[in-house]
């Protein structure tokens, strides 16, 4: 019987990204559905499991996907809502590349290192920064978050106030509010690990500061768009040593992201009953990279 994807898209259109990596991973049948709302997600994931027999339902699997994070949890939770008694599939949640993209950063960071009693800020409040940042906790680091303050994104960029430090309170992070690049880079006295979790395009951290930081001993960046957000690092350095100091850059942190996303596919065929939140992707990321 062939393995079929349900591909719930909070898009419009949905990703093509996900889609050929689910090609890439086996999948024998994709269905894709965009601009998935969800009250519309219950119906949907009933429509494809009704059509198997309890025995076969380990054969499809669920995809939530799409730019919007919060949408997508939305869609996530949903679809579990629409199980009853054995009737279940095993579903993943994935929007914008949240939880593989985190959990592979993370997971590089922790595979060569303890990370417990290490002081860790994460400069940004997306879902990906956040994420990070929770599971950086869990590996035992006192974690800050901070968002970036107006004068990084220069006169041409328009700035809005992050919705993420809500978000980041209600996780119980330590989150914080720079007025500017002075604060910001106040925040980091005493810091082990960096992340610079920032918006593509804009320069978080100068060369100058965090070359002679004192107590810095590894930076990760997320962002691959020049200029990146760690000044005078590559977007393909793979924990490269610069000034005493490692450095983990977009490009390098996106070829393992790509092995953990295609095996959390795969993963999702071997029963009926996986949930692939953000923790049980960071688990399968820790046996690969």
């Known amino acids: 019987m062939k393995k ?5 898209d909070t898009d419009e259109h949905p990703s093509p990204f996900d889609a050929i990596v689910a090609h890439d991973a086996d999948v024998d049948v994709l269905l894709s559905h965009g601009g998935v709302q969800p009250e519309a997600t219950r119906g949907l994931v009933q429509d494809a499991f009704f059509t198997r027999g309890v025995d076969d339902l380990k054969t499809m699997a669920v ?42 950063t993370i997971a590089r960071i922790a595979k060569p290192r303890s990370l417990a009693g ?18 950086l906790q869990q590996e035992g ?53 960096v992340l610079s979790a920032g918006p593509a395009g804009v320069q978080v951290l100068r060369r100058d500061f965090w070359a002679q930081h004192p107590t810095i001993e590894l930076l990760a960046d997320y962002n691959a ?30 070829g393992p992201k790509m092995k953990v996303h295609k095996a959390c596919v795969r993963r999702l065929f071997e029963s009926n009953d996986q949930v692939l939140d953000t923790d049980a992707v960071y688990a399968i990321a820790k046996e690969l990279v």
């Open 225 to 254: 768009a020049e200029p990146l957000g760690i000044e005078g690092t590559k977007a393909t350095d793979d924990l490269a040593e610069y000034d005493g100091k490692l450095v983990l850059g977009a490009l390098a942190i996106g």
């Open 141 to 193: 680091c006192e974690v800050t978050v901070a968002a970036l303050p107006p004068d990084l994104f220069g006169d041409d960029r328009p700035y809005h106030r992050p919705h993420g430090l809500e978000v980041a309170q209600q996780l119980g992070l330590d989150a914080r509010e720079p007025a500017n690049r002075a604060e910001l880079e106040a925040i980091l006295d005493g810091a082990q690990i």
């Open 4 to 8: 079929v994807l349900l591909q719930l």
């Open 118 to 135: 290490s002081r860790a800020v994460v400069l940004g409040l997306g879902a990906v920064g956040l994420r990070s940042a929770v599971l």
């Open 63 to 104: 995809w939530v996907g799409g730019r919007d994070v919060s949408a997508g949890e939305e869609v996530f939770a949903q679809v579990q809502k629409a199980y009853f008694g054995p009737f279940r599939v095993s579903v993943m949640l994935d929007s914008n590349g949240c939880n593989t993209t985190a959990a592979t």
